[in-house]
């Protein structure tokens, strides 16, 4: 490969420099292969299935559509950013209580569109769920589980956010 | 066995209970290590390249080009391949190269090694196949009528085997018929095909970190290709995206290997969504002919078949999925009398081989549409008649085995019929538009749309059929009160470590459980398919901590002067069931280490015989479905509103995730009802993209309402029989009948909708 410059990504809070990459590679390809962050996968390729979902100035795109120079002065946050290992948010705590995990391939797409979501509708209908994650497909479990598990959360949040 | 049923007041992740799974944490923090997140420093890429044409002779091929691209490391051929040319499940029919022929748009021509994944593309590019175009055979009648040249040495018949059982003239008063079709659909897991290969010094060997269902049948066929001995290729289970039958044949393994040992340095290899669908075996498309027989009370007096299935250019499991097709004619009805005539044949499609429900899908749409036709028929209920005919234990089937599995199939229809139907009428009471068919294109108008109910009942057998010992392997050591456990076998989401720690908890009365790598440092698991595992692993699992459990008595019992046989586990602790003695089994363990292993093999069975009579299969679980559907019938818009199951689970060691797998296969069954297929025009795929193949999203899989049937099955080891299966099977014929159902009371006028999936077309112009 030829033709490469330096340019630096903010990632989870930290600037992340990238050197020698060709400027044709997706965010996603930089994230897992340049940077180290694993979590975002890849499974289509074209935006179909949001199992490389992450946060571009807070908005949900798929990395894999997105080239990563494109990405330069934005914040990025990945399923690594979203809670310390071993300090499961209460979304992911949610996906694992509630059996929405199976193989785990499409999950940390669908933890940041879930996150997402409740971050921006914290009491969602059924419905809503079911629109808002209708760009995240989960081959494995049928996706009942992974609706419980939103509404596990939006039920949790709104009685600790109960005043006692 | 109930002494080591948790007694104790504290909750314990024991058998019964749903424990998360220990994968868990990982799985949604994205440190989990799927096969994909495998690399490092150095690491190759490799790359495949493939035939554009079904069918071609090749004339030559030049790599030179590829070797002049910088960053280029290795480009292989047929030519280096050191050991077997080619491989396969059951007949060793596929080439790990196409050298002189390629029979197959995908098929592999040579694989690439180098520094970026770009630069394999232009390597790739640069390769100069020089072809000579053949006639593709493509129709499966044309491969049985013996009317095309054979398009591989072994013929163009994989399998054909006939039933006949009992007489085959006899005639009922009741007569229907109907001939079915089904397109191929793909497993489309999220986690695509990938590979980690790390050569032994000298190449004397080779380490695969691969993301497989039976890590134990890819070291034999890679052993073989590699020529190198079977103990010095060792598999490690890379994490597994979701397999669904898709990963059980050879991809990608040989073509890694061979690259890792050719340049001395690890190489992975990761496939693009459309080199997927190439590169792996699909469902069968089938056709399928029935008559019903049937008294006028409708009762089955005997049934007519004829099945082909096209299974595409190499034979992989076809001759074991048409035995399941044909041995499950009758699904879950007593029938007397049968003549079945099944073909799978090869033709120059995309391989087909195993997926979810393996041959019982097909099987499935076309008897679950003739009970409709004879209930219609016969002027009975779609629930009357399968209650009228349901099978029970005891009964013969077709092939002269009897019902030996508990098969409470009435009680699976009366307890689906049992559950609630949706309380939402059509559009909901918000006459939110997104609850319509067509949703977000806000298409239909909800004064048009109908609504139908339809049924669909299977029986599925469960394990490897006609002589097939597909045992499995599992070591437990128990030391210092923890339980470390060791198998073989390929965790893919379906969650066999959960149940794994989950006996052990049980059988052993400890609560610390530590999962051993899964890798071919222990006896073969066999693979996870056939709705398997939990009878086979779990079975091995448990008979490993059994035999450790006894060893953990003699002990105790020795120490305290008690006849081991009078010991028991009651929570965590070694009781004495005639004494006072209780002690901790973390303090009895203490200081010992108790390391056992055990294989696990279920009965024995028979292959089938010229007339299709044999006792071929293990056992069988069995399953209903109700669907309920909205239609447009004007846009042959279908939304699928609910789906209610009832599902024979002999006992639910788990029952999240027996849940889970209850939901996971009915969005495939309603993905093949109504979505999903690989369309090939002139052997040429056109659909090799998440845009243009179809997968169920969060929109169209409805609420599923479940009851689990608990009848604890005497054969199986913990009494529990395998899930996986069933919720697929069934579920897709109860959506098209309710499809069916919704059109006949638009006009009162049935139509067939005899070809899954059911298009918008096939709704909407098949009403003229």
Same mark, same amino acid.
């Given at each position: 490969?030829?033709?490469?410059?330096?340019?630096?990504?903010?990632?989870?809070?930290?600037?992340?420099?990238?050197?020698?990459?060709?400027?044709?590679?997706?965010?996603?390809?930089?994230?897992?292969?340049?940077?180290?962050?694993?979590?975002?996968?890849?499974?289509?390729?074209?935006?179909?299935?949001?199992?490389?979902?992450?946060?571009?100035?807070?908005?949900?795109?798929?990395?894999?559509?997105?080239?990563?120079?494109?990405?330069?002065?934005?914040?990025?946050?990945?399923?690594?950013?979203?809670?310390?290992?071993?300090?499961?948010?209460?979304?992911?705590?949610?996906?694992?209580?509630?059996?929405?995990?199976?193989?785990?391939?499409?999950?940390?797409?669908?933890?940041?569109?879930?996150?997402?979501?409740?971050?921006?509708?914290?009491?969602?209908?059924?419905?809503?769920?079911?629109?808002?994650?209708?760009?995240?497909?989960?081959?494995?479990?049928?996706?009942?589980?992974?609706?419980?598990?939103?509404?596990?959360?939006?039920?949790?949040?709104?009685?600790?956010?109960?005043?006692? | 066995?109930?002494?080591?049923?948790?007694?104790?007041?504290?909750?314990?992740?024991?058998?019964?209970?749903?424990?998360?799974?220990?994968?868990?944490?990982?799985?949604?923090?994205?440190?989990?290590?799927?096969?994909?997140?495998?690399?490092?420093?150095?690491?190759?890429?490799?790359?495949?390249?493939?035939?554009?044409?079904?069918?071609?002779?090749?004339?030559?091929?030049? /790599?030179?080009?590829?070797?002049?691209?910088?960053?280029?490391?290795?480009?292989?051929?047929?030519?280096?391949?050191?050991?077997?040319?080619? =491989?396969?499940?059951?007949?060793?029919?596929?080439?790990?190269?196409?050298?002189?022929?390629?029979?197959?748009?995908?098929?592999?021509?040579?694989?690439?090694?180098?520094?970026?994944?770009?630069?394999?593309?232009?390597?790739?590019?640069?390769?100069?196949?020089?072809?000579?175009?053949?006639?593709?055979?493509?129709?499966?009648?044309?491969?049985?009528?013996?009317?095309?040249?054979?398009?591989?040495?072994?013929?163009?018949?994989?399998?054909?085997?006939?039933?006949?059982?009992?007489?085959?003239?006899?005639?009922?008063?009741?007569?229907?018929?109907?001939?079915?079709?089904?397109?191929?659909?793909?497993?489309?897991?999220?986690?695509?095909?990938?590979?980690?290969?790390?050569?032994?010094?000298?190449?004397?060997?080779?380490?695969?970190?691969?993301?497989?269902?039976?890590?134990?049948?890819?070291?034999?066929?890679?052993?073989?290709?590699?020529?190198?001995?079977?103990?010095? /290729?060792?598999?490690?289970?890379?994490?597994?995206?979701?397999?669904?039958?898709?990963?059980?044949?050879?991809?990608?393994?040989?073509?890694?290997?061979? @690259?890792?040992?050719?340049?001395?340095?690890?190489?992975?290899?990761?496939?693009?969504?459309?080199?997927?669908?190439?590169?792996?075996?699909?469902?069968?498309?089938?056709?399928?002919?029935?008559?019903?027989?049937?008294? &006028?009370?409708?009762?089955?007096? $005997?049934?007519?078949?004829?099945?082909?299935?096209?299974?595409?250019?190499?034979?992989?499991?076809?001759?074991?999925?048409?035995?399941?097709?044909?041995?499950?004619?009758?699904?879950?009805?007593?029938?007397?009398?049968?003549?079945?005539?099944?073909?799978?044949?090869?033709?120059?499609?995309?391989?087909?081989?195993?997926?979810?429900?393996?041959?019982?899908?097909?099987?499935?749409?076309?008897?679950?549409?003739?009970?409709?036709?004879?209930?219609?028929?016969?002027?009975?209920?779609?629930?009357?008649?399968?209650?009228?005919?349901?099978?029970?234990?005891?009964?013969?089937?077709?092939?002269?085995?009897?019902?030996?599995?508990?098969?409470?199939?009435?009680?699976?229809?009366?307890?689906?019929?049992? @559950?609630?139907?949706?309380?939402?009428?059509?559009?909901?009471?918000?006459?939110?538009?997104?609850?319509?068919?067509?949703?977000?294109?806000?298409?239909?108008?909800?004064?048009?749309? /109908?609504?139908?109910?339809?049924?669909?009942?299977?029986?599925?057998?469960?394990? =490897?059929?006609?002589?097939?010992?597909? =045992?499995?392997?599992?070591?437990?050591?128990?030391?210092?009160?923890? &339980?470390?456990? $060791?198998?073989?076998?390929? *965790?893919?989401?379906?969650?066999?470590?959960?149940?794994?720690?989950?006996?052990?908890?049980?059988?052993?009365? %400890?609560?610390? %459980?530590?999962?051993?790598?899964?890798?071919?440092?222990?006896?073969?698991?066999?693979?996870?398919?056939?709705?398997?595992?939990?009878?086979?692993?779990?079975?091995?699992?448990?008979?490993?901590?059994?035999?450790?459990?006894?060893?953990?008595? *003699?002990?105790?019992? &020795?120490?305290?002067?008690?006849?081991? @046989?009078?010991?028991?586990?009651?929570?965590?602790?070694?009781?004495?069931?005639?004494?006072?003695?209780?002690?901790?089994?973390? *303090?009895?363990?203490?200081?010992?280490?108790?390391?056992?292993?055990?294989?696990?093999?279920?009965?024995?069975?028979?292959?089938?015989?010229?007339?299709?009579?044999?006792?071929?299969?293990?056992?069988?679980?069995?399953?209903?479905?109700?669907?309920?559907?909205?239609?447009?019938?004007?846009?042959?818009?279908? $939304?699928?509103?609910?789906?209610?199951?009832?599902?024979?689970?002999?006992?639910?060691?788990?029952?999240?995730?027996?849940?889970?797998?209850?939901?996971?296969?009915?969005?495939?069954?309603?993905?093949?009802?109504?979505?999903?297929?690989?369309?090939?025009?002139?052997?040429?795929?056109?659909?090799?993209?998440?845009?243009?193949?179809? @997968?169920?999203?969060?929109?169209?899989?409805?609420? %599923?309402?479940?009851?689990?049937?608990?009848?604890?099955?005497?054969?199986?080891?913990?009494?529990?029989?395998?899930?996986?299966?069933?919720?697929?099977?069934?579920?897709?014929?109860?959506?098209?009948?309710?499809?069916?159902?919704?059109?006949?009371?638009?006009?009162? %006028?049935?139509?067939?909708?005899?070809?899954?999936?059911?298009?918008?077309?096939?709704?909407?112009?098949?009403?003229?």
């Amino acid at each position: 490969m030829t033709a490469m410059e330096v340019y630096t990504l903010r990632v989870n809070g930290d600037d992340r420099e990238v050197a020698d990459a060709w400027l044709g590679e997706s965010l996603l390809y930089v994230l897992r292969e340049r940077l180290g962050l694993l979590a975002a996968k890849g499974a289509c390729e074209q935006g179909e299935c949001g199992s490389c979902s992450v946060l571009v100035d807070q908005h949900l795109v798929c990395s894999c559509l997105v080239l990563a120079a494109s990405a330069v002065g934005r914040e990025i946050v990945t399923v690594e950013g979203l809670a310390p290992v071993g300090v499961p948010s209460d979304v992911q705590r949610a996906f694992v209580d509630a059996g929405a995990v199976q193989c785990g391939f499409c999950t940390p797409g669908l933890v940041m569109a879930a996150t997402d979501l409740l971050d921006r509708i914290p009491d969602p209908t059924d419905m809503q769920i079911r629109e808002e994650l209708a760009g995240n497909v989960c081959r494995c479990t049928g996706y009942g589980r992974l609706v419980a598990a939103v509404q596990q959360v939006a039920v949790a949040r709104r009685e600790a956010g109960e005043p006692a | 066995m109930t002494a080591s049923v948790a007694v104790g007041a504290r909750a314990r992740d024991v058998v019964g209970t749903s424990p998360a799974r220990p994968d868990g944490i990982a799985k949604v923090q994205g440190t989990f290590q799927f096969s994909s997140d495998l690399g490092g420093d150095g690491v190759l890429w490799g790359m495949t390249l493939r035939s554009p044409h079904p069918h071609a002779r090749i004339v030559s091929i030049d /790599v030179g080009p590829a070797w002049r691209i910088d960053g280029v490391a290795a480009v292989l051929t047929a030519d280096d391949v050191p050991g077997s040319p080619t =491989y396969g499940l059951i007949s060793h029919d596929q080439p790990v190269f196409a050298r002189d022929v390629v029979r197959y748009v995908g098929e592999p021509i040579a694989v690439v090694a180098a520094d970026h994944p770009e630069t394999c593309r232009r390597a790739l590019a640069a390769i100069h196949v020089e072809y000579e175009v053949l006639d593709p055979l493509l129709d499966p009648e044309a491969a049985i009528a013996g009317t095309h040249p054979p398009i591989h040495p072994d013929g163009n018949v994989i399998r054909h085997q006939r039933i006949l059982c009992g007489d085959p003239d006899v005639t009922g008063e009741v007569v229907v018929e109907g001939t079915y079709e089904l397109g191929m659909q793909d497993q489309a897991f999220l986690g695509l095909e990938a590979a980690l290969a790390i050569p032994d010094p000298g190449g004397r060997g080779v380490e695969l970190h691969i993301a497989t269902q039976w890590l134990h049948e890819d070291r034999a066929q890679l052993a073989a290709c590699l020529d190198l001995p079977v103990e010095a /290729v060792r598999l490690v289970l890379g994490g597994v995206g979701g397999a669904f039958g898709a990963r059980e044949d050879i991809s990608l393994q040989v073509h890694c290997c061979l @690259l890792a040992l050719r340049l001395g340095r690890p190489v992975r290899m990761a496939y693009s969504r459309r080199e997927s669908f190439l590169g792996h075996v699909h469902r069968h498309p089938a056709r399928i002919w029935m008559r019903h027989h049937a008294t &006028a009370d409708g009762e089955i007096v $005997k049934i007519e078949a004829r099945f082909v299935l096209d299974g595409g250019a190499y034979a992989s499991t076809s001759s074991a999925v048409l035995l399941n097709a044909i041995t499950h004619t009758q699904g879950p009805y007593r029938c007397p009398n049968a003549v079945v005539d099944g073909w799978a044949v090869r033709t120059n499609h995309l391989p087909c081989g195993a997926m979810r429900g393996f041959g019982v899908v097909q099987a499935c749409f076309a008897h679950e549409s003739q009970m409709d036709r004879l209930a219609e028929a016969c002027d009975l209920d779609p629930v009357e008649i399968r209650l009228r005919n349901a099978m029970r234990t005891g009964d013969v089937l077709i092939t002269g085995q009897p019902m030996e599995s508990v098969a409470p199939v009435e009680r699976c229809i009366r307890e689906t019929a049992a @559950l609630p139907l949706p309380d939402e009428p059509i559009g909901g009471h918000d006459h939110d538009p997104m609850r319509l068919p067509g949703g977000a294109g806000r298409t239909a108008d909800e004064a048009h749309v /109908v609504r139908g109910i339809g049924w669909g009942v299977a029986m599925k057998n469960l394990m =490897y059929s006609e002589g097939f010992d597909d =045992y499995s392997t599992a070591r437990c050591r128990l030391a210092d009160g923890q &339980a470390t456990l $060791k198998f073989a076998t390929a *965790e893919v989401g379906q969650g066999f470590v959960t149940i794994a720690a989950q006996i052990a908890r049980t059988v052993l009365g %400890v609560d610390e %459980v530590e999962l051993d790598r899964i890798d071919t440092q222990i006896g073969s698991a066999g693979s996870t398919s056939a709705s398997r595992q939990t009878w086979m692993s779990g079975g091995a699992v448990d008979a490993a901590c059994r035999q450790v459990r006894e060893r953990l008595f *003699e002990l105790v019992g &020795a120490a305290h002067g008690i006849d081991p @046989l009078r010991l028991a586990i009651d929570g965590t602790d070694v009781v004495d069931t005639a004494g006072e003695l209780r002690v901790p089994v973390a *303090e009895a363990t203490a200081g010992v280490v108790i390391d056992e292993t055990v294989e696990y093999h279920h009965r024995p069975t028979e292959e089938l015989d010229e007339l299709g009579q044999g006792r071929c299969h293990t056992a069988f679980a069995f399953v209903a479905h109700r669907a309920v559907v909205d239609v447009d019938p004007e846009l042959g818009l279908v $939304k699928v509103v609910q789906v209610a199951t009832a599902q024979d689970v002999g006992r639910a060691l788990n029952p999240l995730s027996v849940v889970g797998q209850i939901e996971g296969g009915i969005a495939q069954g309603l993905g093949l009802a109504v979505m999903e297929e690989i369309v090939q025009t002139d052997g040429v795929i056109r659909n090799a993209s998440f845009t243009d193949y179809l @997968l169920p999203t969060f929109l169209d899989m409805p609420p %599923v309402v479940a009851s689990l049937v608990e009848e604890p099955d005497p054969q199986a080891p913990l009494g529990a029989k395998g899930v996986g299966e069933p919720p697929c099977i069934s579920s897709t014929p109860a959506i098209v009948a309710a499809i069916r159902d919704a059109l006949r009371q638009v006009d009162g %006028v049935g139509r067939r909708l005899d070809r899954v999936p059911v298009r918008p077309s096939d709704i909407a112009l098949e009403r003229q």
